[in-house]
Each structure stands twice: as structure tokens, then as C-alpha cells.
Antibody, heavy 124, light 110 residues
Framework: EVQLVESGGGLVQPGRSLRLSCIASGFTFGDFAMSWFRQAPGKGLEWVGFIRSKPYDGTTQYAASVKGRFTISRDDSKSIAYLQMNSLKTEDTGVYYC???????????????WGQGTLVTVSS | DIQMTQSPSSLSASVGDRVTITCRASQSITYSLNYLNWYQQKPGKAPKLLISAASSLQSGVPSRFSGTGSGTDFTLTISSLQPEDFATYYCQQSYSTPWTFGQGTKVEIK
């Protein structure tokens, strides 16, 4: 059974840092891209960024709102994806989800498994 | 960035009703495939993938859900609404980053 479990959320002051983890099980982690999404309270879904699998160079891409502040990495030996969040702003508050990205085969991804989410609150 | 616009933003329907949700992209998201996914989200829960590539039903998703469309216009149809289908539905394009979602359509009980 595929499972994704996020952790590391909490209350943090503006300008500080936080690292989220996403522990995966039930599939060959290294074969899949991993993506992070977020949802502000009462709002819709927003893509944060993703990391390709190593066969596809393991490169990353980010939303403009977090580029330069957030970094996604992966440890395939431990089946963990990370989201390092620096210089946090109040508008970064929300539930953060990790998700497995499966490849269409001609570009583009769909996200077929999601974690339960972890709440990040940025407030003084 | 590709803007995704869903309509309606909310709707009220009864069990057994046929429900259609529309999603429009600000530019074509079709190349060799339709790069459009549909998700269902219930309160306090993670999104669940229903349909990928505009019309490919995910394993385990009931056949009352279906998706159609190409280019810029897509629809999600629930042929006979069930009690467990009351939720918010999102479309999402994966044609180009930043991947973007529609604002959501909340399906409520009439």
C-alpha cells in the first residue's frame, strides 16, 4: 500500500526556517517524482515545487512565490522527500502536502498519492 | 502562467442528480495528450486523484465519474450523485509549470 506521511510542521515566526519531511512507503521511491503543494486556510490548492526522479536528472522546479526561499531535496536511500523553507512569510501559512508524481510518458505529471498534510503557521 | 477557471464555483444538487463541472484553461493544454487532471477533496482531507489526461479514470474511482474535453475546455461529470460525492472538485493542468489549479467547485447537498 502506498503511503506518504508528512511531518515537521508547526508554528514559526516570520523570517525563520522550517524543514518538512515526507516519508514514503509501498513503492520504489526512486522511480517517481515528488511534489509539494499547499493550501492556505479556506483557500484552494497551490503547487509549491517538485523534484524529478534521478533517471530524469533529479532536477527541481518551484513556484515563483517560493523560488529562492524553498528547496526540495530527496534521499532515495531513505525514501524521504524534504521541503526546506527559509525566510518564511505569513502568507506561507497553510497545510502542506507531499504527493507522488507519475509521468504521463510524453511530458507532464499527475499526482496519484497524497500525504495527509502538515500545518505550517507563520505568525509572530 | 496558465490560468484555470472552473464553473460554477459551487452548486447544490440532490442524490441521483447528474452534475457537470467545467474547467477552462487560458491557453491550450493539449499536445499529444490532454494535460488535465481532476481531484476531489473532502473537508480536512488530502486531495484524491479522480481522472488524469482529461478522461482516464483512476483505479478504484467509480464509473459514475467521467471526464471529457481537449484544448482549453474540459468537463467533469458525475452521472448519478451519491452521498459520498459531496466535496470540492479541482481541475489542474500539467502542461507547463507552474502547474495550476482551478479555484474549486464545491458540490453541496440540496
Amino acid at each position: 500500500e502506498v503511503q506518504l506521511v508528512e511531518s515537521g510542521g508547526g508554528l514559526v515566526q516570520p523570517g525563520r526556517s522550517l524543514r518538512l519531511s515526507c516519508i514514503a512507503s509501498g513503492f520504489t521511491f526512486g522511480d517517481f517524482a515528488m511534489s509539494w503543494f499547499r493550501q492556505a486556510p479556506g483557500k484552494g490548492l497551490e503547487w509549491v515545487g517538485f523534484i524529478r526522479s534521478k533517471p530524469y536528472d533529479g532536477t527541481t522546479q518551484y513556484a515563483a512565490s517560493v523560488k529562492g526561499r524553498f528547496t526540495i531535496s530527496r534521499d532515495d536511500s531513505k525514501s524521504i522527500a524534504y521541503l526546506q523553507m527559509n525566510s518564511l512569510k505569513t502568507e506561507d501559512t497553510g497545510v502542506y502536502y507531499c504527493s507522488r508524481g507519475d509521468f504521463y510518458g510524453s511530458g507532464g505529471y499527475y499526482f496519484d498519492y497524497w500525504g495527509q498534510g502538515t500545518l505550517v503557521t507563520v505568525s509572530s | 502562467d496558465i490560468q484555470m477557471t472552473q464553473s460554477p464555483s459551487s452548486l447544490s444538487a440532490s442524490v441521483g442528480d447528474r452534475v457537470t463541472i467545467t474547467c477552462r484553461a487560458s491557453q491550450s493544454i493539449t499536445y499529444s495528450l490532454n494535460y488535465l487532471n481532476w481531484y476531489q477533496q473532502k473537508p480536512g482531507k488530502a486531495p484524491k486523484l479522480l481522472i488524469s489526461a482529461a478522461s482516464s479514470l483512476q483505479s478504484g474511482v467509480p464509473s459514475r465519474f467521467s471526464g471529457t474535453g481537449s484544448g482549453t475546455d474540459f468537463t467533469l461529470t458525475i452521472s448519478s450523485l451519491q452521498p459520498e460525492d459531496f466535496a470540492t472538485y479541482y481541475c489542474q493542468q500539467s502542461y507547463s509549470t507552474p502547474w495550476t489549479f482551478g479555484q474549486g467547485t464545491k458540490v453541496e447537498i440540496k
